[in-house]
């Protein structure tokens, strides 16, 4: 998957109790994302980033956090799970000047109950 | 708002058949469209296609462009079972590298 590693592969979450999702690539690309799919409803975007120390909100940020510290690193901070939240989570990196194409990493499958 | 929509949501085919899947979308400043199969994990890149009428071939797949009429499609002949999956169309509009994507369509073929 392009060099795009995500942990956990799958998690059980009680209402209420906080989690990070760790996603780590080795490409050295600038740009990485954060998406959540649910059942028929493709990939919607929570956050992103264009490059170490900046973030931003996407499509539906709420109830999420994330970081940018290093160029490898993006982690996804869950506060205080909600059902809602279940989902499969994927990360994403893309390149930049004509490579725009994105790579996913192979997901993490939360369940909050 | 950026919107893509898929068409059909569902399709089912026996191997042999050929399949066409439809992507229209309204976007700012368009960018590029983009074409993704999905099958039980990460979605895996197929395409992206910037220009009008350029078709873009690999194998049995190819896909091509109309922005005058804001749509796409992908077309797979002769398809086989491993053609399974879900496809997913999705838009780079405005600035930055943001990729906005429809709902798919779940492709099934039938041995």
């Known amino acids: 998957n392009a060099g795009v590693t995500q942990t956990p592969k799958f998690r059980i979450l009680k209402i209420g109790q906080s989690m990070t999702l760790q996603c780590t690539q080795d490409m050295n690309h600038n740009y990485m994302y954060w998406y959540r799919q649910d059942p028929g409803m493709g990939l919607k975007l929570i956050y992103y980033s264009v490059g170490a120390g900046i973030t931003d909100k996407g499509e539906v940020p709420n109830g999420y956090n994330v970081s940018r510290s290093t160029t490898e690193d993006f982690p996804l901070r869950l506060e205080l799970a909600a059902p809602s939240q279940t989902s499969v989570y994927f990360c994403?990196?893309?390149?930049?000047?004509?490579?725009?194409?994105?790579?996913f990493g192979p997901g993490t499958r939360l369940t909050v109950t | 708002e950026d919107k893509v929509v898929q068409s059909p949501l569902s399709l089912v085919v026996h191997e042999g058949d050929t399949v066409t899947l439809n992507c229209s979308y309204e976007?700012?400043?368009?960018?590029?469209l983009l074409w993704y199969k999905q099958e039980k994990k990460a979605p895996t890149f197929l395409f992206m296609l910037?220009?009008?009428?350029i078709e873009k071939k690999s194998g049995r797949l190819s896909s091509i462009l109309d922005k005058k009429e804001l749509f796409s499609i992908l077309n797979i002949t002769a398809t086989q079972t491993g053609d399974s999956a879900i496809y997913l169309c999705?838009?780079?509009?405005?600035?930055?590298?943001?990729?906005?994507f429809g709902a798919g369509t779940i492709l099934r073929v039938k041995s």
């Open positions: 999705a838009v780079r509009g405005g600035s930055g590298n943001k990729l906005v």
């Open positions: 976007v700012t400043n368009f960018r590029s």
């Open positions: 994403a990196i893309a390149g930049e000047f004509g490579s725009y194409e994105q790579y």
């Open positions: 910037t220009s009008s009428g």
